[in-house]
Each structure stands twice: as C-alpha cells, then as structure tokens.
C-alpha cells in the first residue's frame, strides 16, 4: 500500500472554497498517475479530477473551471483546490494511484480512506 491520506475536507458554505491534500507515507506520488474522486450517498463513485505523472491534468465537467488539481513532488502531496463550491459537491472525497493512467475511471489499485466535504448554508 502507498498510505494515501487526504485531508483539508470539512463544512464551507457555498460559493466558498476548500483545498483537499493528499499524501503518501510510502512510495513517491511523483511516480504515479493520482486521481480524485467522490461520493455522495446513494451515487456510485464518480472521477472529478486526474493528473498523470508527467502533469498532465483532465476534469470532471462538473467541477471544470472551478476545481484545480496540482503536485508538490518536494512535499510527496497532490492537491485539489475547489472553489465556488455547491450544495451537489457534497460527497466524500478519494485520492487514488496507479501506476496506469486511468483517467476518471474508479480503476486504480491504490487508494485513501477519504475525507468529508459538506457545501451547506
């Protein structure tokens, strides 16, 4: 296992913004393609947002323009900055590796135990 840990979930408002961290305690994420994605009770899994081991990102269309994603190698950690944020991005929040690039899709061999992020007035 890579120790995937994320953090930085909690409760925003909307419109307000919030940056997910994830971390690795084993192995060095800067190998790795690292995905995150999210569920909301009672949906399947859903990718929201991927970048490969070379930079390269892609978005869920329902986070593009609002979400970031991005890699510290120095500090072995991949974040995802959401901002303006809505009621329907409450989910629980997963940070995944894999040494394939599988994009959004729920693939991956490794992955975090999750962290919670409610968007509620």
């Known amino acids: 296992q890579l120790g995937l840990v994320e953090s930085g979930g909690g409760l925003v408002q909307p419109g307000g913004s919030l940056r997910l961290s994830c971390a690795a305690s084993?192995?060095?994420?800067?190998?790795?393609?690292i995905g995150w994605f999210r569920q909301a009770p009672g949906k399947e899994r859903e990718g929201v947002s991927r970048?490969?081991?070379?930079?390269?990102?892609d978005y869920a269309d329902s986070v593009k323009g609002r979400f970031t994603i991005s890699r510290d190698n120095a500090k072995n950690t991949v974040y995802l900055q959401m901002n303006s944020l809505k009621p329907e991005d409450t989910a629980i929040y997963y940070c995944?590796?894999?040494?394939?690039?599988?994009?959004?899709?729920?693939?991956?061999?490794?992955w975090g135990q999750g962290t919670q992020v409610t968007v509620s007035s």
């Open positions: 995944a590796a894999d040494a394939i690039d599988y994009d959004l899709d729920p693939l991956y061999d490794y």
């Open positions: 084993v192995l060095f994420l800067e190998d790795y393609n």
């Open positions: 970048i490969t081991s070379d930079g390269s990102t």
